[in-house]
Nanobody, 126 residues
Framework: QLQLVESGGGLVQPGGSLRLSCAAS????????IGWFRQAPGKEREGVSC????????NYADSVKGRFTISRDNAKNTVYLQMNSLKPEDTAIYYC???????????????????WGQGTQVTVSS
């Protein structure tokens, strides 16, 4: 059974940093494209970043480009989202998601993903 578990969320001041982790169990993560999504109260879920199986291609939402970095360690079966220069508008529940794919690109479209974690809360506030 595919299982994804996010961790690393918390409360941080504007301008601060957090690193989110997405750990997989029950399957080999290196067969899957991984995406990070977020949902703020009263808003629709939006794509934040994604990474291909090998890590050779990444994709970012315009709102996080230059501030967030996605990476993966397939040996540890884990994907990371390093978030720097955080802003109050980054406050949301962050989810990681997986889809089995052989494509060389990834998409920030939630309907493309099959397995989801439970989410981790990120709050940016002074």
């Amino acid at each position: 059974q595919l299982q994804l578990v996010e961790s690393g969320g918390g409360l941080v001041q504007p301008g601060g940093s957090l690193r989110l982790s997405c750990a997989a169990s029950g399957f080999r993560l290196d067969y899957y494209v991984i995406g990070w999504f977020r949902q703020a109260p009263g808003k629709e879920r939006e794509g934040v970043s994604c990474i291909t199986r090998s890590g050779g291609r990444t994709n970012y939402a315009d709102s996080v480009k230059g501030r967030f970095t996605i990476s993966r360690d397939n040996a540890k079966n884990t994907v990371y989202l390093q978030m720097n220069s955080l802003k109050p508008e980054d406050t949301a529940i962050y989810y990681c998601a997986a889809v089995f794919s052989v494509q060389a690109t990834c998409m920030l479209v939630s309907l493309r993903y099959d397995a989801w974690g439970q989410g981790t809360q990120v709050t940016v506030s002074s």
